[in-house]
């Protein structure tokens, strides 16, 4: 089975602080993916990744940035927490010559104060 | 460009009542549709997906979804529920070309009454 783990389930920062969410999956997939999930707006895409070192702005990137060393790890950077970015972020993963279909980890939900 | 409308937020149903679950979408180029289910405090697990050939596709868990090219609609419909099927249901395209990422609709809440 692919599995996706994040670093955390739960994260409290304070306005300001810089915030790290890791990301592993351990199948080996090319994609990976962060996106913010928020009730009555479904899942929006902050960026991707199609290789190691390599990242692409999604639809709504503006305060975060990423990180892709090695080819399993992905990382979300939020330079500088604000409350509008207390939500829950979603990693995901895939193959290169995937369909589509990406694998989840169970997410961090992330309280800004 | 790529966008996908869910129609109705939430859905009440009854145990063992049918259900049906709307989705439209539009895009200028050739997409693969899915559906993904998301059970309270866990992350995303794909539920079905279309990519071409049949137009009624399978899933897990006794669901299944109609791809209707004309009416840019991937409706989910299910003829029996369960308690276990609340949960929170998402509608998603990707391209068949280029990004490759994930357009996702607003989500249905599904709430299985006794």
């Known amino acids: 089975d692919v599995k996706v783990t994040q670093s955390s389930r739960y994260l409290v920062k304070r306005t300001g602080e810089k915030v790290f969410l890791e990301c592993v999956q351990d199948m080996d997939h090319e994609n990976m993916f962060w996106y913010r999930q928020d009730p009555g707006l479904g899942l929006r895409l902050i960026y991707f990744?199609?290789?190691?070192?390599?990242?692409e702005k999604g639809d709504i990137p503006e305060g975060y940035s990423v990180s892709r060393e090695k080819k399993e790890r992905f990382s979300l950077i939020l330079e500088s927490a604000s409350t509008n970015q207390t939500s829950m972020y979603l990693c995901a993963s895939s193959l290169r010559r995937s369909t589509g279909e990406q694998y989840f980890g169970p997410g961090t939900r992330l309280t800004v104060t | 460009a790529q966008s996908v409308t869910q129609l109705d937020s939430q859905v009440p149903v009854f145990e063992e009542a049918p259900v049906e679950l709307r989705c439209n979408y539009s895009s200028s180029v050739s997409v693969y549709l899915f559906w993904y289910v998301q059970y309270p405090n866990q992350g995303l697990q794909l539920l079905l997906k279309?990519?071409?050939?049949?137009?009624l596709v399978k899933g897990i868990n006794g669901f299944e979804a109609e791809f209707n090219k004309s009416q840019t609609s991937f409706h989910l419909r299910k003829p029996s529920v369960h308690i276990s099927d609340t949960a929170e249901y998402f509608c998603?395209?990707?391209?068949?070309?280029?990004?490759?990422?994930?357009?996702f609709g607003s989500g249905t809440r599904l709430q299985v009454q006794p």
């Open positions: 998603a395209v990707s391209g068949r070309t280029g990004r490759r990422a994930l357009t």
């Open positions: 990744s199609y290789d190691v070192k390599m990242k």
């Open positions: 279309y990519l071409s050939g049949s137009t």
